[in-house]
T-cell receptor, first 115, second 113 residues
Framework: AQKVTQAQTEISVVEKEDVTLDCVYE???????LFWYKQPPSGELVFLIR????DEQNEISGRYSWNFQKSTSSFNFTITASQVVDSAVYFCALSGLVSNYQLIWGAGTKLIIKP | ETGVTQTPRHLVMGMTNKKSLKCEQHLGHNAMYWYKQSAKKPLELMFVYNFKEQTENNSVPSRFSPECPNSSHLFLHLHTLQPEDSALYLC????????????FGQGTRLTVV
């Protein structure tokens, strides 16, 4: 079965702290895709990153970084020096042949950055 | 205009009404999607269209009827809805289903009274 688990329902930190959002996935596919999206209060889901299963290189984009570990089936997301504008719900998602390439979504982690 | 645009942003309708949600994408994508997002539930994929053909219908009740006249436009026709259908309805598009990133509209907040 395909499944995405975001065990952290809500995280609250003070501005400028680093924060890591966890994402653990299950899949029978050997080729699959992982995604992170951000949903601010406005409602629109904003694409952050896509990673395919053959690319285990970690990615850094400004204050955002992603750690993909196939050995632990995890694709964690770290925000360095968090800012109030980072407050949002963050979703991790998975797709692959088993799901007919439909996105399987995690439940989301609500991130609150306090000034 | 760029991206994915949804109208209306907010809709209140009675259970006997008929209304339609509209989605338009200016990204040149081939696939379009309708999602339902209810409080405390994961995102639910409702319909997928690829090159204007419906490829997925995830057991959605017939009171929701999608229409995709061309690759840039997607509609969701609503009739005789129930209060539990109140949710945020999100439209998205992507170049290829599931392997390329999807871009989302801001959603229509639907309240059924």
């Amino acid at each position: 079965a395909q499944k995405v688990t975001q065990a952290q329902t809500e995280i609250s930190v003070v501005e400028k702290e680093d924060v890591t959002l966890d994402c653990v996935y299950e899949t029978r596919d050997t080729t699959y895709y992982l995604f992170w999206y951000k949903q601010p209060p406005s409602g629109e889901l904003v694409f952050l990153i896509r990673r395919n299963s053959f690319d285990e290189q970690n990615e850094i984009s400004g204050r955002y970084s992603w750690n993909f570990q196939k050995s632990t089936s995890s694709f964690n997301f770290t925000i360095t020096a968090s800012q109030v504008v980072d407050s949002a719900v963050y979703f991790c998602a998975l797709s692959g042949l088993v799901s007919n390439y439909q996105l399987i979504w995690g439940a989301g982690t609500k991130l609150i950055i306090k000034p | 205009e760029t991206g994915v645009t949804q109208t209306p942003r907010h809709l209140v309708m009675g259970m006997t009404n008929k209304k339609s949600l509209k989605c338009e994408q200016h990204l040149g994508h081939n696939a379009m999607y309708w999602y339902k997002q209810s409080a405390k539930k994961p995102l639910e994929l409702m319909f997928v269209y690829n090159f204007k053909e419906q490829t997925e219908n995830n057991s959605v009740p017939s009171r929701f009827s999608p229409e995709c006249p061309n690759s840039s436009h997607l509609f969701l026709h609503l009739h005789t809805l129930q209060p539990e259908d109140s949710a945020l309805y999100l439209c998205a598009s992507s170049q290829v289903p599931g392997t390329t990133e999807a871009f989302f509209g801001q959603g229509t907040r639907l309240t059924v009274v």
